[in-house]
């Protein structure tokens, strides 16, 4: 299956930019990045997604290395709404319907 | 509209209960997965409907775990002889098709006695 890797936890101060990372050195080619947050005692919900340029929408940007390998979530400005877990999803394997998770990265954030 | 929704959303059973857990996705929405979520964890994959059909259950841990989707909409996750390991939120998640964004439920917290 596909991995993913990123940091168990960050802090950001309000208002500033926060620059989220993921390791996923076996991504198949043609397998989208998604990236999801959870709030506590809720369901995760939909963050961005990309294949192979940069994305952005009102939520965030996503800047996806050359290589695919890695990428970079980045909220620009980060509120005391954005504290969450922040998970970088993957398909496990070409063929299948499964994705990973993994563990996340827990965003706290500083007022 | 109305999102995902599940039911219960919480639930206790004791070891070897039987327990079935409700989806109600987004109408239209073709596609819909279950999750597991064990505490600090993040969600493991079930299982994965397109319309009525169960197009992979390979996440399933074992044959106590049983899911369908019979008419394409509504979901339930069965769970036979429940398992203190069973212990957990029970995600369920639709999305228009495969690739597009998934809508998660609220989950359904299990705990196995």
């Known amino acids: 299956d596909a991995k993913t890797t990123q940091p168990n936890s960050m802090e950001s101060n309000e208002e500033e930019p926060v620059h989220l990372p993921c390791n996923h050195s076996?991504?198949?080619?043609?397998?989208?990045i998604h990236w999801y947050r959870q709030l506590p005692s809720q369901g995760p919900e939909y963050v961005i997604h990309?294949?192979?340029s940069n994305v952005n929408n009102r939520m965030a940007s996503l800047a996806i290395a050359e290589d695919r390998k890695s990428s970079t979530l980045i909220l620009h400005r980060a509120t005391l709404r954005d504290a969450a877990v922040y998970y970088c999803?993957?398909?496990?394997?070409?063929?299948?319907?499964?994705?990973?998770f993994g563990t996340g990265t827990r965003l706290k954030v500083l007022a | 509209g109305a999102g995902v929704s599940q039911s219960p959303r919480y639930k206790v059973a004791k070891r070897g209960q039987d327990v079935a857990l409700r989806c109600d996705p987004i109408?239209?929405?073709?596609?819909l997965f279950w999750y597991q979520q064990a505490l600090g964890q993040g969600p493991e994959f079930l299982t994965y409907?397109?319309?009525?059909?169960?197009?992979?259950k390979s996440g399933l841990p074992s044959d106590r775990f049983f899911a369908e989707r019979p008419e394409g909409s509504v979901s339930t996750l069965k769970i036979q002889r429940t398992q203190q390991e069973d212990s957990a939120v029970y995600l369920c998640?639709?999305?228009?098709?495969?690739?597009?964004?998934?809508?998660f439920g609220p989950g359904t917290r299990l705990t196995v006695l």
């Open positions: 409907f397109q319309n009525e059909a169960q197009l992979d």
């Open positions: 998640a639709s999305s228009l098709e495969y690739y597009n964004e998934q809508f």
């Open positions: 999803i993957l398909r496990a394997t070409s063929g299948t319907y499964k994705y990973i």
């Open positions: 990309g294949l192979t």
């Open positions: 076996t991504i198949s080619g043609t397998d989208y």
């Open positions: 109408s239209g929405h073709v596609s």
